[in-house]
């Protein structure tokens, strides 16, 4: 049964950072990407950032791009998150999607077929 644990997350203030991992078990997949998405009460769950098995395909939200660094270690998923904003206030979820493709980076929330609990991210002002 494929778990994803994921690494606690926080209330933090403007400007900090926070490092946010999942890790995948109990899986035989061969190739597949990782990702993470977050949501509001007020939004739908958008995609965040991701990257491919290979690890050389990172794919980030233009809201993200610059603050953000998502990087892979097989079956762990990383993301650090530096110089936060009251924006960046969401429940972070990390998902296993486009099973056996090596190469491509899921940014879509049909392409992803497994997802985490969620971590609570809090950044107050």
């Known amino acids: 049964q494929v778990q994803l644990v994921e690494s606690e997350g926080g209330l933090v203030q403007a400007g900090d950072s926070l490092r946010l991992s999942c890790a995948m078990s109990g899986h035989i997949f061969t190739a597949y990407s990782m990702g993470w998405f977050r949501q509001t009460p007020e939004k739908e769950r958008e995609f965040v950032s991701a990257n491919s098995y290979s690890g050389g395909n990172p794919s980030y939200a233009d809201s993200v791009k610059g603050r953000f660094t998502v990087s892979r270690d097989r079956d762990t998923i990383y993301l650090q998150m530096n110089t936060l904003k009251p924006q960046d206030t969401a429940v972070y979820y990390c998902?296993?999607?486009?099973?056996?493709?090596?190469?491509?980076?899921?940014?879509?929330?049909?392409?992803?077929?497994?997802w985490g609990q969620g971590i609570q991210v809090t950044v107050s002002s």
């Open positions: 998902a296993v999607g486009a099973i056996g493709n090596y190469y491509h980076t899921a940014e879509s929330l049909g392409e992803y077929k497994y």
